[in-house]
Nanobody, 114 residues
Framework: QVQLVESGGGLVQPGGSLRLSCAAS????????WAWYRQAPGKQRDLVAR???????VYEESVKGRFTISRVSAKNTVYLQMNSLKPEDTAVYYC????????WGQGTQVTVSS
């Protein structure tokens, strides 16, 4: 069974930055398109950004220019650099393949507040 371990979340003031990491325990990491998703309280889980095997990226409109997704296949790791954070970015952030697998990790909480 694939394991997904997200880390790097925390409490940050508006305008601050965080870097999220996701370690995936799969020998076929390099096959997948990977993505970051987020779920705010009372809302559905939404796609934030995705990166293909070739490194092509797509971002949700509200994070364009502020977030950067990257991947290091040698480390089976996906990253999300988040800059200029806003209170509306507050959510639990998850990584998964895109389309997502049935299994989800525990996520990492990001709280943007003064």
């Amino acid at each position: 069974q694939v394991q997904l371990v997200e880390s790097g979340g925390g409490l940050v003031q508006p305008g601050g930055s965080l870097r999220l990491s996701c370690a995936a325990s799969t020998s076929i990491f390099h096959v997948y398109t990977w993505a970051w998703y987020r779920q705010a309280p009372g809302k559905q889980r939404d796609l934030v950004a995705r990166i293909s095997r070739a490194g092509d990226t797509v971002y949700e409109e509200s994070v364009k220019g502020r977030f950067t997704i990257s991947r290091v296949s040698a480390k089976n790791t996906v990253y999300l650099q988040m800059n200029s954070l806003k209170p509306e970015d507050t959510a639990v952030y998850y990584c998964n393949a895109n389309p997502p697998m049935n299994y989800w990790g525990q996520g990492t909480q990001v709280t943007v507040s003064s």
